[in-house]
């Protein structure tokens, strides 16, 4: 008898199959500059954990979306998703994803810029996260909004960014069939930045960003029985380089606080940095980095507040044009800043990806993974991946 495992590849390899030869026929008909793309992928994986063991899966991969472009304005719909298989057979959607984006130009100093997305996501059922009897891992639907408008006044210039999101949080299923609710986690959020620049000289800019949100809970913390609503204000000034397309980099520092409503709860303020660097000698060197810092209500003490900050960065070599070499890592500590308790993640890999013809390219990857989050012991997570992407 067949595993449900081996079934699964087997029914989308088919379909896999069937898309290339899709691609094929397309190749003459799709008309140069539609502005369609598409691309579908399978990807095997074989994860292990120090705490839940090893396990594989299967993941389906199809993207899509469509370019519409004029003289001023450009505007990009996109939808994709990612549909796991692991080695029971148990099957959920990792990642389900569409939205908009556009840009206007209203003149050679004015721009407008706005973009719609919504993303459905599910853990697994093994995260250090949930509880260790977790059945049937939440949901999370996350949508955002966001609007700006950039004003370019000689050596001035200026942006004012709107933003919105909504973030819903399902109910974790244990084995024995009771439910945990995480109504307390859903919130609604809306804020507004700005940012004022002078040039310094052609390739030095000086900025002040700031920034104020108001963050809105369903439902109060069954800990504290208080809901965890607040205003975040942050206050930050810094320097941008930009070299042609070759360099650019910024770097700012400033101040955050986050204010509770409920005035049971202790306000916080904190340091606060930011900065992304990109760098791109030639058409062959692709580097990226990032410096985040957040303020957020506590996800491991009721009542208190997180100060979390993300080091993040990604290297890609184009050996020719059939070869590709990739490489991640990302660094993200958080402090709870009232009891001084900290947890951090590692995350780092490395990956190829060959090109066999136009439409065809293969993956492999390994990627490296350690957290620390007490009272969970250290958790170290291996996986391998291997993966074809079929591509319009």
């Known amino acids: 008898m067949r595993s449900p495992m081996r079934a699964s590849i087997l029914s989308v390899a088919a379909l896999l199959s069937a898309t290339a030869a899709l691609a094929q026929e397309a190749e003459g008909e799709a008309e140069p500059g539609s502005g369609i793309d598409w691309s579908v992928g399978l990807r095997g994986s074989y994860a292990s954990n120090s705490i839940t063991g090893g396990k594989p899966s299967l993941a389906l991969t199809p993207e899509v979306s469509l370019t519409l472009g004029g003289e001023s304005s450009t505007t990009t719909y996109g939808a994709g998703s990612e549909l796991t298989v692991d080695g029971t057979g148990q099957a959920r959607i990792d990642d389900l994803h569409a939205g908009i984006t556009s840009t206007l130009r209203l003149g050679s100093t004015t721009t407008l810029g706005g973009a719609i997305n919504g993303v459905l996501t599910q853990m697994d059922r093994g995260d250090s996260s949930l509880p260790a009897n977790t059945l049937i891992a939440p949901t999370v639907v996350d949508g955002t909004a966001q609007a700006s408008v950039t004003q370019d006044m000689g ?21 024995d069939l009771s439910t ?8 609604w959020e809306g804020g507004a930045t700005l940012r004022l620049g002078y040039e310094i000289t052609p390739l030095i800019s000086a900025f002040v960003e700031g920034e104020a949100s108001v963050q809105k809970f369903d439902a109060p913390d069954p ?5 965890l609503d607040g205003r975040e204000y942050q206050l930050r000034a810094g320097l941008s380089y930009t070299y042609g397309s070759i360099i650019s980099a910024e770097a700012s520092v400033g101040r955050g606080w986050l204010d509770y409503v409920d005035g049971a709860l202790t306000d916080t303020q904190s340091w606060v940095y930011n900065g992304s660097l990109t760098l791109r000698p030639d ?4 580097l990226t980095g990032a410096l985040e810092t957040t303020l957020d209500p506590s996800t491991s003490t009721p009542g208190d507040t997180d100060m979390g900050v993300t080091l993040s960065g990604n290297a890609a070599y184009q050996v020719n044009p059939w070869l590709t070499l990739r490489a991640s890592s990302a660094w993200d500590r958080t402090v709870t800043l009232g009891t ?17 013809s136009r439409h065809i390219v293969w993956s492999a990857d390994y990627a490296y993974g350690r957290d620390y989050a007490p009272p969970t012991p250290l958790n170290d997570t291996h996986t391998v991946s291997v993966g074809v992407r079929v591509n319009r």
Do not use: I
């Open 155 to 175: 050596r001035f210039d200026g942006k004012l960014t709107l933003d919105g999101r909504r973030y819903m949080m399902g109910a974790t299923t244990l084995n």
């Open 180 to 187: 945990v609710d995480n109504t307390h986690r859903s919130y």
């Open 223 to 227: 800990t504290v029985l208080a809901y």
């Open 283 to 286: 058409e062959t060197v692709s």
């Open 340 to 356: 001084g308790a900290a947890s951090w993640s590692l995350d780092a890999g490395v990956g190829v990806d060959y090109r066999s």
